[in-house]
């Protein structure tokens, strides 16, 4: 971070220094490091209202929200608070937490008592991270390329049929997909597995339906979006320009059009993480897989408080970063737009 | 026609034209209706609507009654179970009839939460301006980048389920984008020359938002509405689905379809809820495409 120190300067250095330099130098100069950093600076603050709002919403629980079924003597139940450290002020409970929380602690699970909260999440990641980065991987490829072949054979056959399938992909939800396909698949054709998984052995054959149930509705919303931003780049003045240069139509396509088209895609980059993380809850129920949002669910369902806060406090640190990241790239991608 | 009473036809015309002027809502009505998806759509819908309205009157069962000796039967037409009936015995058609109701019903009413609360943010942010501005804004993106729907998830943990809660919390959560929208079309349509124009002419801040800004808005705020529909049902199937939102032995499409994805051995519980929601959804959506392409052509 020692290079965004002159942040004063960094918008007016870079025009000096781009036409002596390499192309290399030229991209570092040209990376808004100002708003790089103002953005990360940014996104601590709502890291930190996440924690807190979800930590005050526990505390507003009616109720000790570690209390348990049984009556308990007033000694026993004495000892258990000051085990959990809820004899403290609130205030200090609080800090614990937060402290705790950076470290990567979220406390012990209520309702699986030899467990811990980032244990119980530590089983899940392996799954979860497995479909929804293969799902995102998909929907990015296959949304894009359907895209640009939709906005070059604009009102072909090829494209409506691309868009209809969007149409049908946005409409119908993962939680009816999803059942469908292990229905189709699954129990009819017996193509792959229904659902269920041994985490031992995740493999194609039990991942591939859960994988394309979570992608459909994301390659849907991909291939729109790159569809019209395509259609209106190639209308613009510099892609004329390029072809009245007598350039190939490949070449136009992929170094002067498609570049710019896709600056729309990185900017759903956050919003698609929401989805996925939204759609994996749903799909890892449907197919019986056991990942982070089953066990979400699980804790959901059977009032596991420290797990549902864990698991919140977890997807919004991923949402908030993949919108980082989102932004950082587009600032980079996007040359026309200053950050000032 | 003679050359001579051609001007005079040409002036009743105009007289006409001037009585009455084909405004910018008769031109979008007009687009709105040449749009062949969207009247089916609006039709279809109509239909849904009235059968989740008065569809479990009429209907023979009660969606709550349980045939102990009929359950798990396939769709027939002995008794009347055109859907089948579910593990309990009860009446598919009622239970997605009552489904149905609730799903529109929590649509209807989160809807109406978010454009209430997204219009007042918005427009009051958009039209003040400044440093009150940036505040709401700022807020509004901090608001945006947290994962609102695992704090609802939060929220019924912490305070139990209920119907009610679920209807707050989904409309408070989705009236940001609409507050962003409304804000944008505020800061855009005041500095225009017709506001500039009744400004000049004398016409008050008041007057200048009634008459100017919030009759432009509609447009936009009723292309979102149709787009909210949708989504918020979504969040409230979405909630079911997994078992956090409605309640036995109320039910929503969500609930039906996440009970009938339990039971893919007889898939016409499935089948129905899923094609009710799907035919709903579609229907919104098209009724959106077809109202925006309406009311903003250049967007094609």
């Known amino acids: 971070m020692s290079n965004t120190a002159p942040i004063p300067t960094s918008s007016a250095a870079p025009d000096k220094q781009e036409r002596s330099s390499s192309a290399l130098v030229r991209t570092f100069n040209r990376i808004p490091k100002a708003y790089i950093l103002r953005r990360i600076l940014t996104a601590i603050p709502t890291m930190l209202v996440i924690i807190t709002i979800a930590f005050f919403m526990m505390r507003a629980a009616p109720g000790n929200p570690y209390s348990t079924d049984r009556k308990l003597t007033p000694e026993v139940e004495a000892n258990l608070r000051a085990n959990l450290g809820l004899d403290k002020p609130l205030h200090e409970q609080y800090f614990e937490y937060l402290g705790n929380v950076v470290q990567g602690d979220l406390g012990p699970s209520m309702k699986n008592k030899d467990k811990t909260v980032s244990e119980l999440i530590g089983e899940g990641l392996p799954v979860s991270l497995t479909i929804g980065a293969w799902s995102i991987t998909i929907a990015l490829f296959a949304g894009v390329g359907l895209g640009v072949i939709a906005a070059i054979r604009q009102n072909s056959a090829a494209d409506y049929s691309a868009m209809s399938l969007a149409m049908i992909g946005i409409s119908i939800p993962t939680f009816v997909t999803g059942p469908f396909l292990s229905l189709v698949f699954g129990v009819w054709l017996g193509w792959f597995a229904a659902g269920g998984l041994d985490l031992g052995r995740m493999n194609f054959n039990n991942l591939f339906l859960p994988i394309l149930t979570l992608a459909l509705p994301q390659v849907a919303i991909i291939s729109r979006l790159m569809r019209a931003s395509m259609i209106e780049t190639l209308r613009s003045n510099n892609i004329r320009t390029a072809r009245a240069k007598g350039l190939s139509e490949t070449r136009i396509l992929f170094r002067h059009a498609a570049p710019a088209a896709i600056l729309p895609v990185v900017s759903y980059l956050g919003p698609a993480i929401v989805g996925v993380i939204t759609g994996s809850v749903v799909v890892e129920r449907v197919f019986g897989l056991p990942g982070v949002g089953a066990s979400f669910i699980d804790g959901a369902i059977t009032r596991d408080y420290t797990r549902v806060m864990g698991t919140v406090i977890l997807y919004g640190g991923l949402i908030i970063l993949f919108n980082l990241i989102a932004d950082i790239l587009y600032a980079v991608l996007d040359p026309r737009v200053r950050y000032e | ?300």
């Open chain 2, 1 to 300: 026609m003679t050359l001579a009473s051609a001007p005079i036809e040409r002036q009743q015309t105009l007289e006409l034209a001037a009585r009455k002027g084909r405004s910018l809502w008769d031109d979008s009505r007009r687009r709105l209706l040449s749009n062949k998806a969207a009247v089916a759509s609006m039709i279809v819908l109509g239909v849904l609507v009235l059968i989740a309205l008065i569809g479990p009157i009429l209907w023979p069962h009660g969606y709550e009654h349980q045939y102990r000796d009929r359950l798990r039967i396939g769709p027939t037409l002995e008794n009347f179970h055109l859907l089948g009936t579910d593990i309990y015995g009860r009446d598919m058609v009622a239970r997605i009839m009552m489904g149905l109701r609730i799903s529109l019903a929590v649509g209807a009413i989160a809807t109406t939460v978010s454009l209430v609360i997204g219009v007042t943010w918005g427009a009051v942010a958009g039209f003040v301006g400044g440093r009150t501005d940036q505040l709401m804004m700022r807020t509004v993106d901090v608001i945006y980048a947290m994962p609102f729907i695992f704090f609802v998830i939060l929220m019924t943990v912490v305070f139990g389920r209920s119907i009610f809660l679920i209807f707050l919390a989904i409309g408070a959560i989705e009236w940001l984008t609409m507050a962003r929208i409304v804000r944008g079309q505020t800061l855009a349509i005041k500095e225009k020359e017709f506001v500039e124009a009744a400004r000049a002419a004398g016409v008050g801040p008041w007057g200048i938002i009634t008459r100017h800004i919030l009759p432009n808005l509609l447009g936009p705020v009723a292309v979102y509405v149709t787009l909210t529909l949708p989504i918020v049902i979504l969040q409230e199937s979405f909630l079911s689905f997994i078992g956090l939102g409605v309640q036995e032995p109320l039910t929503s499409l969500g609930r039906l379809i996440s009970d009938g994805q339990r039971e893919l051995s007889d898939p016409w519980m499935l089948f129905g809820p899923a094609a009710t929601m799907v035919l709903t959804l579609f229907c919104l959506n098209f009724i959106g495409d077809g109202l925006r392409d309406a009311l903003d052509p250049k967007d094609r």
